[in-house]
């Protein structure tokens, strides 16, 4: 598929639209502390152990499905602090970023050093169906709705990312956005994950303790994957495939746990406009842009609940057809 260049061969991704923000008000949100990070870290590796007591607690009762599934829950939401490390903003302190990064991707079995190059193409070409590695297309239908939510494209891209780490076989896609300079690294790290999982496997059944690596870990890391794939799928299902952030992310209003297991991620359209700016300073760039959020111009959605409802109720419709769901179109309503 063919980036989408202007009829004068321009690439509107080369200029995204800048904040709307003074400088000097941005630079302060930019700001990078080691504090915020470690106490998200603390609090999630405490839920995480709270959630593990209750599988503990209600070990061989039917209890223990909705114990597994929350646990799930708290671990697949890794995802956001392995998000925020790899792009160096959660802390201050570098290695603090790499270590925490490595250490979520070992448990999502997601490789942080090369999830770092995929995810810095994704806001390079944000929802170019050429270049964004992570673009995903408005379904179809209710079956490619239901799809994208079970990860049933999501668990083959995982398996083969480690696969193709391991061999060193990239795919045309991933030599756009892997240095050359960094695939040995990116190789090397694939091959230590997989290596790692060979060895505790192997272990779990020397020494029988498969069945708590089962129930503490791999079946919640199954089970609960939906619960991200929805959050994730909210950020920019059937928004428009163009450079403009205004037009190709969602913001999406949440409740607190939310906000705390997801690392305050659901202000993305805010993310996607200052990247550099550390997820805990994301409420307060969200509350310091002009104008009150119902009257802005890009998504603002209330509530993941409303986000599906606006996606499901427009499947098949293509590119861009839940925005005039939105307040985009009731700020250009007032005028």
Not at 46 to 60: D, E, K, M, P, R
Not at 88 to 116: D, H, I, Q
Not at 205 to 219: C, K, Q, T
Request: glycine share 6%; charged share 20%; with cysteine.
């Amino acid at each position: 598929m063919r980036s989408m260049l202007t009829p004068e061969g321009d690439d509107p991704w080369a200029k995204p639209p800048k904040a709307p923000l003074a400088r000097k008000e941005l630079k302060v949100l930019q700001r990078r502390r080691d504090m915020p990070a470690l106490r998200y870290v603390v609090g999630h590796l405490a839920v995480a152990a709270g959630t593990a007591a209750l599988i503990a607690l209600s070990w061989g009762s039917w209890l223990m499905v909705p114990a597994m599934f929350a646990h799930g829950v708290v671990l697949v939401f890794l995802f956001a602090p392995l998000h925020e490390c790899t792009h160096s903003t959660a802390f201050r302190t570098r290695w603090m970023n790499s270590a925490f990064a490595t250490f979520c991707g070992l448990v999502l079995m997601r490789p942080a050093l090369y999830f770092r190059y995929r995810h810095a193409a994704h806001h390079s070409y944000t929802q170019d169906p050429a270049r964004d590695p992570d673009q995903v297309p408005m379904p179809d239908g209710l079956a490619g709705y239901l799809g994208e939510v079970f990860g049933m494209e999501f668990w083959p891209k995982m398996i083969g990312t480690l696969h193709r780490g391991v061999t060193g076989r990239f795919n045309e896609r991933e030599k756009d956005f892997l240095p050359v300079s960094e695939r040995s690294r990116i190789i090397w790290e694939a091959r230590c994950m997989v290596a790692f999982y060979i060895a505790l496997a192997a272990a779990s059944v020397v020494f029988s303790f498969w069945p708590g690596l089962l129930a503490f870990w791999i079946v919640p890391r199954l089970i609960a994957e939906p619960s991200l794939r929805l959050v994730r799928m909210a950020e920019h299902t059937g928004m428009e495939e163009n450079a403009n952030w205004l037009a190709n992310t969602r913001t999406t209003v949440s409740n607190p746990v939310v906000r705390f297991l997801y690392w305050q991620m659901q202000y993305h359209a805010e993310h996607h406009m200052a990247p550099s700016v550390p997820f805990y300073n994301l409420e307060a760039l969200h509350h310091a842009l002009p104008g009150k959020p119902e009257e802005r111009e890009y998504v603002i959605s209330k509530g993941y609940i409303r986000a599906h409802r606006d996606i499901v109720a427009n499947l098949g419709n293509g590119a861009g057809s839940t925005v005039p769901t939105s307040t985009a179109l009731a700020a250009a309503a007032r005028r």
